[in-house]
């Protein structure tokens, strides 16, 4: 679960989660390519990306929008977690 996490730690760590959608997912994806990891492999980290969004929700670290539309940011400063909080309480869990 920690490789699928990294690269959105590397690239988006200080950027609040509810800010995260398709284009952003999409760029994920190319860096993904450019370190030369399959297609297969790609589909199961960005899986696995999905899942910590979902799991994110289900404890309320992260507004609904964010998981349900994948793409939509939330506006509201409800839930102001950044992705290194979101992992860090993943590996909690791991």
């Given at each position: 679960?920690?490789?699928a996490?990294?690269?959105?730690?590397?690239?988006?760590?200080?950027?609040?989660?509810?800010?995260?959608?398709?284009?952003?997912?999409?760029?994920?994806?190319?860096?993904?390519?450019?370190?030369?990891?399959?297609?297969?492999?790609?589909?199961?980290?960005?899986?696995?990306?999905?899942?910590?969004?979902?799991w994110?929700?289900?404890?309320?670290?992260?507004?609904?929008?964010?998981?349900?539309?994948?793409g939509?940011?939330?506006?509201?400063?409800?839930?102001?977690?950044?992705?290194?909080?979101?992992?860090?309480?993943?590996?909690?869990?791991?």
């Open positions: 679960m920690i490789d996490v990294a690269p959105v730690n590397e690239l988006y760590g200080d950027s609040p989660a509810d800010e995260f959608g398709p284009l952003k997912l999409k760029t994920l994806r190319q860096h993904l390519v450019e370190h030369g990891l399959c297609r297969t492999e790609i589909n199961k980290r960005v899986g696995r990306i999905k899942r910590v969004f979902k994110a929700v289900s404890e309320e670290l992260i507004s609904p929008s964010t998981h349900c539309s994948f939509i940011p939330n506006t509201s400063a409800e839930f102001p977690i950044c992705f290194r909080l979101l992992s860090a309480s993943l590996t909690k869990y791991v």
